[in-house]
Protein backbone atom coordinates (compact mmCIF):
# COMPACT_ATOMS: atom_id res chain seq x y z
CA UNK A 1 0.00 0.00 0.00
CA UNK A 2 2.51 2.97 -1.15
CA UNK A 3 -0.03 5.73 -0.49
CA UNK A 4 -1.40 4.47 2.49
CA UNK A 5 -3.05 7.09 5.21
CA UNK A 6 -2.56 7.12 8.56
CA UNK A 7 -5.88 8.26 10.58
CA UNK A 8 -7.50 8.64 13.84
CA UNK A 9 -9.68 5.49 14.13
CA UNK A 10 -12.64 7.07 15.39
CA UNK A 11 -15.79 6.47 13.15
CA UNK A 12 -15.58 9.70 10.92
CA UNK A 13 -18.49 12.02 11.33
CA UNK A 14 -18.66 15.39 10.26
CA UNK A 15 -22.00 16.08 10.49
CA UNK A 16 -23.94 15.53 13.66
CA UNK A 17 -27.40 14.48 11.35
CA UNK A 18 -25.32 11.39 10.01
CA UNK A 19 -27.51 8.74 8.66
CA UNK A 20 -27.55 5.79 11.64
CA UNK A 21 -24.52 3.02 11.49
CA UNK A 22 -25.21 0.00 10.19
CA UNK A 23 -24.45 -2.34 12.83
CA UNK A 24 -23.70 -6.56 11.38
CA UNK A 25 -25.21 -9.13 13.54
CA UNK A 26 -23.00 -11.76 11.85
CA UNK A 27 -19.58 -10.01 11.96
CA UNK A 28 -17.84 -12.38 9.64
CA UNK A 29 -14.63 -10.56 9.64
CA UNK A 30 -14.61 -8.93 13.55
CA UNK A 31 -12.26 -6.41 15.00
CA UNK A 32 -10.11 -6.98 12.28
CA UNK A 33 -9.89 -10.87 12.88
CA UNK A 34 -10.71 -10.90 15.97
CA UNK A 35 -13.72 -12.96 18.19
CA UNK A 36 -16.98 -12.10 19.68
CA UNK A 37 -15.87 -11.21 23.98
CA UNK A 38 -18.13 -13.54 26.43
CA UNK A 39 -20.74 -11.37 28.10
CA UNK A 40 -19.61 -9.34 30.96
CA UNK A 41 -16.03 -10.29 30.70
CA UNK A 42 -14.92 -6.04 29.86
CA UNK A 43 -16.29 -4.59 32.51
CA UNK A 44 -14.54 -1.30 32.14
CA UNK A 45 -15.81 -1.32 28.22
CA UNK A 46 -17.90 1.76 27.08
CA UNK A 47 -19.30 3.07 23.78
CA UNK A 48 -19.27 6.55 23.43
CA UNK A 49 -22.60 7.85 21.46
CA UNK A 50 -23.02 10.58 19.74
CA UNK A 51 -26.78 11.63 19.72
CA UNK A 52 -28.83 10.80 16.73
CA UNK A 53 -25.55 8.79 15.06
CA UNK A 54 -25.01 6.15 17.85
CA UNK A 55 -21.49 4.25 18.58
CA UNK A 56 -18.34 6.90 18.18
CA UNK A 57 -15.46 5.14 19.85
CA UNK A 58 -14.75 3.59 22.82
CA UNK A 59 -13.57 4.20 26.51
CA UNK A 60 -12.57 2.53 29.46
CA UNK A 61 -14.19 3.38 33.28
CA UNK A 62 -11.50 4.45 35.59
CA UNK A 63 -13.96 5.91 38.76
CA UNK A 64 -17.48 6.24 39.53
CA UNK A 65 -17.48 9.26 37.38
CA UNK A 66 -14.42 8.89 34.85
CA UNK A 67 -14.07 7.53 31.63
CA UNK A 68 -10.46 7.94 29.92
CA UNK A 69 -10.51 7.88 25.97
CA UNK A 70 -8.75 9.40 22.73
CA UNK A 71 -9.50 13.14 22.70
CA UNK A 72 -9.78 13.13 19.13
CA UNK A 73 -12.69 11.34 20.34
CA UNK A 74 -14.51 14.14 22.13
CA UNK A 75 -12.45 17.03 20.19
CA UNK A 76 -15.43 19.21 18.59
CA UNK A 77 -18.26 17.90 20.86
CA UNK A 78 -20.33 19.06 23.51
CA UNK A 79 -21.38 16.93 26.32
CA UNK A 80 -24.91 17.16 25.52
CA UNK A 81 -24.10 15.23 22.34
CA UNK A 82 -22.46 12.43 23.87
CA UNK A 83 -23.73 9.65 26.22
CA UNK A 84 -21.87 7.12 27.90
CA UNK A 85 -23.24 3.05 27.54
CA UNK A 86 -21.96 0.88 29.75
CA UNK A 87 -22.73 -2.69 31.32
CA UNK A 88 -23.47 -4.17 28.09
CA UNK A 89 -21.18 -6.08 25.35
CA UNK A 90 -24.19 -5.14 22.32
CA UNK A 91 -24.94 -2.23 20.96
CA UNK A 92 -28.12 -2.71 20.36
CA UNK A 93 -29.83 -4.25 23.71
CA UNK A 94 -29.07 -3.56 27.70
CA UNK A 95 -27.11 -1.64 29.36
CA UNK A 96 -27.24 1.71 31.01
CA UNK A 97 -26.86 5.05 28.70
CA UNK A 98 -25.63 7.74 31.10
CA UNK A 99 -25.21 11.82 30.27
CA UNK A 100 -21.54 13.41 29.80
CA UNK A 101 -21.14 16.54 31.78
CA UNK A 102 -17.57 17.75 30.72
CA UNK A 103 -14.43 16.46 28.66
CA UNK A 104 -10.74 16.93 29.66
CA UNK A 105 -8.81 17.17 26.88
CA UNK A 106 -4.84 16.86 27.32
CA UNK A 107 -3.49 20.30 26.83
CA UNK A 108 -1.06 19.67 23.85
CA UNK A 109 -3.65 17.44 22.30
CA UNK A 110 -2.37 16.98 18.36
CA UNK A 111 0.99 18.72 18.94
CA UNK A 112 2.67 17.87 17.22
CA UNK A 113 0.01 15.25 15.19
CA UNK A 114 -1.22 12.10 17.41
CA UNK A 115 0.46 12.98 20.23
CA UNK A 116 -0.76 13.30 23.69
CA UNK A 117 -4.51 12.15 22.29
CA UNK A 118 -5.80 11.45 25.51
CA UNK A 119 -9.17 12.83 27.47
CA UNK A 120 -11.05 12.47 30.33
CA UNK A 121 -15.31 12.77 30.28
CA UNK A 122 -16.54 13.10 33.61
CA UNK A 123 -20.28 12.21 33.82
CA UNK A 124 -23.46 13.57 35.10
CA UNK A 125 -23.96 10.73 38.18
CA UNK A 126 -22.23 8.35 39.48
CA UNK A 127 -21.96 4.66 37.76
CA UNK A 128 -24.03 1.84 39.24
CA UNK A 129 -20.85 -0.43 39.92
CA UNK A 130 -21.59 -4.28 39.52
CA UNK A 131 -20.60 -7.32 37.91
CA UNK A 132 -20.76 -5.51 34.63
CA UNK A 133 -20.03 -2.30 35.33
CA UNK A 134 -16.61 -2.14 36.83
CA UNK A 135 -13.54 0.29 36.63
CA UNK A 136 -10.19 -0.85 35.69
CA UNK A 137 -6.54 -0.13 37.37
CA UNK A 138 -3.95 1.52 34.71
CA UNK A 139 -0.58 0.80 34.66
CA UNK A 140 1.99 3.67 35.92
CA UNK A 141 4.99 1.66 34.25
CA UNK A 142 6.00 1.07 31.21
CA UNK A 143 5.21 -2.02 28.75
CA UNK A 144 7.86 -3.02 26.73
CA UNK A 145 8.27 -5.16 23.21
CA UNK A 146 6.43 -8.81 22.57
CA UNK A 147 3.95 -8.86 25.00
CA UNK A 148 0.81 -10.30 25.04
CA UNK A 149 -2.07 -7.73 24.90
CA UNK A 150 -5.85 -7.71 24.39
CA UNK A 151 -7.71 -5.08 21.97
CA UNK A 152 -11.32 -4.82 22.80
CA UNK A 153 -13.92 -3.01 20.82
CA UNK A 154 -16.84 -2.55 18.25
CA UNK A 155 -14.90 -1.10 15.46
CA UNK A 156 -15.50 -1.83 12.14
CA UNK A 157 -14.83 -5.34 10.97
CA UNK A 158 -13.00 -4.64 8.03
CA UNK A 159 -12.63 -0.92 5.95
CA UNK A 160 -15.75 0.28 5.21
CA UNK A 161 -17.52 -1.95 6.82
CA UNK A 162 -20.29 -2.15 8.84
CA UNK A 163 -19.98 -2.02 13.09
CA UNK A 164 -20.25 -4.88 14.85
CA UNK A 165 -23.02 -5.35 17.39
CA UNK A 166 -21.26 -7.12 19.70
CA UNK A 167 -18.19 -6.52 21.24
CA UNK A 168 -14.91 -8.17 19.75
CA UNK A 169 -11.54 -8.96 21.20
CA UNK A 170 -7.98 -9.46 20.09
CA UNK A 171 -5.15 -10.66 21.50
CA UNK A 172 -2.12 -8.56 19.86
CA UNK A 173 1.67 -8.44 20.24
CA UNK A 174 3.26 -5.12 21.37
CA UNK A 175 6.39 -3.74 19.49
CA UNK A 176 9.03 -1.36 19.88
CA UNK A 177 8.64 2.18 19.25
CA UNK A 178 12.03 2.16 17.07
CA UNK A 179 10.30 -0.76 15.29
CA UNK A 180 6.95 0.93 15.28
CA UNK A 181 8.96 3.92 13.44
CA UNK A 182 10.90 1.50 10.72
CA UNK A 183 7.38 0.07 10.12
CA UNK A 184 5.28 2.95 9.90
CA UNK A 185 3.12 3.97 6.69
CA UNK A 186 4.00 7.74 8.23
CA UNK A 187 7.97 7.24 8.60
CA UNK A 188 7.50 7.37 12.55
CA UNK A 189 7.09 10.84 12.32
CA UNK A 190 3.68 10.27 14.50
CA UNK A 191 5.36 7.71 17.33
CA UNK A 192 6.97 9.26 20.48
CA UNK A 193 7.68 7.60 23.85
CA UNK A 194 3.82 8.51 24.69
CA UNK A 195 2.92 5.65 22.60
CA UNK A 196 2.76 1.93 22.43
CA UNK A 197 2.45 0.05 19.59
CA UNK A 198 1.22 -3.32 17.96
CA UNK A 199 1.52 -5.68 15.09
CA UNK A 200 0.98 -9.08 15.04
CA UNK A 201 -0.10 -10.12 11.36
CA UNK A 202 -2.13 -8.63 8.88
CA UNK A 203 -6.06 -9.05 9.13
CA UNK A 204 -5.59 -8.05 12.99
CA UNK A 205 -5.93 -5.07 14.30
CA UNK A 206 -7.52 -2.10 15.20
CA UNK A 207 -10.37 0.05 12.65
CA UNK A 208 -12.59 2.74 12.82
CA UNK A 209 -14.93 2.89 15.61
CA UNK A 210 -11.86 1.16 18.43
CA UNK A 211 -10.60 4.76 19.00
CA UNK A 212 -10.15 5.82 22.85
CA UNK A 213 -11.20 1.59 23.55
CA UNK A 214 -8.81 -0.18 25.60
CA UNK A 215 -5.53 -2.11 25.44
CA UNK A 216 -4.91 -3.93 28.34
CA UNK A 217 -2.61 -6.29 29.95
CA UNK A 218 -3.28 -8.58 32.84
CA UNK A 219 -6.61 -7.11 33.75
CA UNK A 220 -4.41 -3.93 33.55
CA UNK A 221 -5.23 -0.71 30.78
CA UNK A 222 -2.01 -0.05 28.89
CA UNK A 223 -3.71 1.68 25.93
CA UNK A 224 -5.46 3.79 24.01
CA UNK A 225 -6.60 3.53 20.33
CA UNK A 226 -5.32 6.63 18.57
CA UNK A 227 -3.93 6.02 15.14
CA UNK A 228 -3.29 3.56 12.18
CA UNK A 229 -3.88 2.54 8.64
CA UNK A 230 -7.55 1.43 8.39
CA UNK A 231 -8.14 -1.75 9.15
CA UNK A 232 -5.22 -4.24 9.56
CA UNK A 233 -3.33 -3.93 6.55
CA UNK A 234 0.08 -4.91 7.96
CA UNK A 235 1.37 -1.67 9.27
CA UNK A 236 1.77 -1.36 13.30
CA UNK A 237 -1.89 0.13 15.18
CA UNK A 238 -0.46 2.99 17.83
CA UNK A 239 -1.86 3.58 21.34
CA UNK A 240 -1.57 6.34 23.61
CA UNK A 241 0.71 4.45 26.34
CA UNK A 242 -1.61 5.11 29.80
CA UNK A 243 1.54 4.96 31.95
CA UNK A 244 3.11 7.92 30.39
CA UNK A 245 -0.25 10.42 30.83
CA UNK A 246 -0.74 8.35 34.64
CA UNK A 247 0.66 12.01 36.21
CA UNK A 248 -2.31 14.29 33.99
CA UNK A 249 -4.57 12.12 34.73
CA UNK A 250 -4.28 11.69 38.59
CA UNK A 251 -3.76 15.39 38.65
CA UNK A 252 -7.06 16.26 36.37
CA UNK A 253 -9.10 13.83 38.43
CA UNK A 254 -8.16 15.31 41.90
CA UNK A 255 -8.80 19.36 40.42
CA UNK A 256 -12.15 18.07 38.96
CA UNK A 257 -13.69 15.44 41.28
CA UNK A 258 -15.66 17.17 43.34
Request: hydrophobic share 35%; glycine share 12%.
Amino acid sequence: MANAVVISLALMVTIISAEMLQLDDNYVNRVVGGHEAADGSVPHQVSLQLQGFGHLCGGSIIAERWVLTAAHCVNGQKPGQLNVLVGTNSLKEGGDLYETDKFFQHKYYDKPQFHNDVALVRLKSKLQFSAKVKAIVYWEKEVGANRTVTLTGWGRTSAGGPVPTKLQTLDLKTISNEECKQKSASGGSNVDIGHICTLTRSGEGACNGDSGGPLTLDGKLVGLVNFGVPCAFGYPDAYARVSYFHEWVRTTLAENSA
